[in-house]
């Protein structure tokens, strides 16, 4: 369970992220959603420790992320915006130096990418380097790593970006599945159509802060609006960010 | 502790399988080696040709003087008709030197003139150096010798015009020449550990920002500084077979080229000598690491990173460029600062100087101190948000 309390951030003048507060329960996919820049990145960095609160702050299974930045580092698993792989390293290597990072090793570890490989269908690229897979390719890789060590907590930026139609299914198919084994799952999108289909709870973000909240019924009840993109579009008051 | 490990057994890998860099990085550690071996076998025969052969002297006018040229001949001269234009050959760099005799030359000798003599030389060129000194000096003895006669002919002894005497007393051995090249010595090992660790550190570094695993990487459960200590220690065994390869190459270099013959002094580079510098340079592959780690860590792209990398290198080799011209004595100043000390050092092994056991662990104690120093600013850095923002 993630509990943000007023989460705030600026870099110099821009306010970045200011008085967010939201829960993500277990057992639940909360989508993060805003357009380019609104702050849903700089909020999810925050989250994983990363990045320092300016104010308020947050608690991963309990664990405030500023006193006890290591045991929340230990309950999450990030998919980051940044997800560069070591090209020079197999797929299994990779996996692994993130296992052994989280002090995890032996048959154990070794049992572990087993399965996260069957699962993400990586079996024929497992022991190949890197260096060349396509973007959905190293999207399973950064999965997998950031998976190695089984969290109860998966924060995930923007993860279907850039992937094919395919990918794509793929991606909210596993998502799906992290929520059907009892883990958090929050993650960020900019697509209304992506956040719609798969979330439990929506947290409309713009210009830094929250401007609603709630199940999609909850929202389209909120705003007024029949259907969800209008109530998207009333909520961020623009129609950035619509999948066309 | 387990998983500091984690982290230079990844770097290392990833590292050893990038061949291009650290061969690359290798290349400094033969590169040195190489270059002191030709500038030895350039330089040895130079001084083989000089000490050995006769200097040829172009004449003009060599029928003024016949007695001139008998005295020089008999001194090893090999006399030779001048070119025409004894000035156009020494421009075009033909000869070194020409001696031209003007036909007034014998009445002025007979009347007991000072007869006038030519020398043509270009006194920037340094090859010509030598000859034009012998011919010089020979031409004043003659000189002087004729002197001597003409005043033992008038009765007057010729101690009356030899006002003072100089001898030379040269503490120059023709090993001091030698030892020049030995000097440029410490350069090239301080050179080849900085850029045996700079692959390792740029790709550990700014390679990992520029492919963007560095967010990634720093979000599992490790004290942020530990990953600056990771990856600077995965750099140390790079840095130290590069000096273990530098240091091979030097020895084999006095082992194969027969410095005696050439250069006239011998030169070993026992085992002994060899373990007691890789000892002493122990302390500046830390620091190497430690600052080139810390620089490459501000850096965006492994290309800026390679930019300024090499400069870091320079810079503490600069002394030993120094050295080769300026002797310093192994005085405590020198030991406090790190590098110049263990320059100085290794200098003094490579003469076999008895060296005080003090200096040694002063300047090893000074380059950790200052490699911890420097390892703490890494780490306070890697905790700094400003490693993610990049501002």
């Known amino acids: ?244 | 502790m387990k998983r500091l490990w984690t982290i230079i057994e990844k770097e290392s890998l990833d590292n050893l399988r990038d061949y291009r860099s650290w061969v690359t990085g290798l290349f400094w550690a033969v590169f040195g080696p190489i270059l002191l071996g030709g500038l030895i076998l350039l330089l040895g025969n130079t001084i083989r040709d000089r000490v050995n052969g006769s200097i040829t002297l172009p004449v003009q006018g060599a029928e003024y003087a016949p007695n001139l040229i008998t005295f020089l001949e008999q001194q090893r001269i090999v006399v030779e008709p001048a070119p025409l234009d004894p000035q156009a050959a020494v421009i075009a760099g033909d000869v070194n030197v020409v001696l031209v005799i003007p036909p007034g030359y014998g009445e002025s000798f007979s009347a007991g003139k000072p007869a006038t003599l030519q020398l043509v030389f270009d006194s920037t060129r340094q090859s010509a150096v030598v000859d034009i000194t012998v011919v010089r000096n020979l031409l004043e003895g003659y000189s002087e010798y004729i002197g001597a006669l003409r005043l033992t002919v008038r009765g007057v002894s010729p101690e009356v015009i030899r006002v003072i005497r100089i001898e030379d007393v040269d503490t120059a051995t023709p090993q001091s020449q030698a030892l020049v090249f030995l000097s440029m010595l410490p350069y090239f090992i301080i050179f080849a550990i900085f850029n045996g660790a700079a692959p390792v550190i740029i790709d550990a570094t700014a390679g990992e920002r520029e492919r963007a695993s560095l967010e990634p990487l720093l979000i599992n459960p490790l004290p942020r500084g530990w990953f600056a200590v990771g990856k600077m220690l995965a750099a140390v065994p790079f840095a130290l077979v590069n000096l273990l390869v530098t240091l091979a190459g030097f020895a084999a270099i006095f082992q194969l080229l027969p410095v005696e013959e050439l250069l006239g002094v011998q030169i070993r580079l026992s085992l002994d000598t060899l373990t007691a510098i890789f000892l002493v340079c122990l302390p500046i592959v830390l620091l190497a690491c430690a600052i080139q780690t810390l620089i490459a860590s501000f850096t965006r792209t492994t290309k800026e990173a390679g930019t300024y990398l090499p400069f870091v290198g320079l810079v503490p080799a600069l002394p030993g460029i120094a050295l080769a011209f300026l002797p310093v004595k192994p005085d405590l100043w020198t030991m406090l600062i790190p590098t110049f000390g263990q320059q100085i050092l290794i200098n003094q092994f490579l003469r076999s100087e008895p060296i005080l056991l003090s200096n040694v662990i002063i300047s090893a104690v000074l380059t950790l101190l200052l490699s911890v120093l420097i390892t703490w600013a890494a780490i306070k850095f890697y905790e700094n948000e400003r490693i993610i923002t990049g501002k």
């Open chain 1, 1 to 244: 369970m993630i509990e943000v309390e007023n989460l705030s951030k600026s870099f110099g003048k821009v306010r970045a992220v200011q008085h967010v507060s939201f829960t993500a329960p277990d057992g639940q996919i909360t989508g993060l959603l805003g357009p380019n820049g609104a702050g849903k990145s700089t909020t999810l960095r925050m989250l994983y420790t990363l990045l320092r609160p300016q104010d308020g702050t947050a608690r991963v299974d309990g664990f405030d992320i500023r006193e006890a930045p290591l045991e929340v580092q230990r309950r999450i698993g990030v998919l980051a915006d940044a997800r560069g792989l070591y090209q020079r390293l197999t797929t299994r290597e990779n996996i692994r130096y993130y296992g052994r990072l989280h002090g995890l090793g032996g048959e154990a570890l070794e049992r572990q990418i087993d399965r996260l490989i069957d699962m993400l269908d990586m079996r024929a690229i497992a022991n190949r380097l890197t260096e060349g897979f396509s973007t959905g390719e190293r999207l399973k890789v950064a999965i997998a790593r950031a998976l190695v060590h089984d969290p109860r907590n998966v924060l995930l930026d923007e993860p279907t970006n850039g992937l094919d139609v395919m990918s794509t299914r793929a991606m909210r198919q596993f998502i799906l599945r992290l929520k059907d084994e009892g883990r958090c799952v929050l993650f960020t999108s900019h697509i209304m159509q992506e956040v719609a289909a798969l979330c439990d709870q929506i947290v409309i973000i713009a210009g830094g802060q929250i401007t609603a909240i709630g199940t999609p019924a909850d929202l389209r009840r909120l705003t007024g609006k029949d259907n969800l993109e209008d109530a998207f579009v009333a909520a961020i008051g623009t129609e950035e960010g619509l999948e066309r």
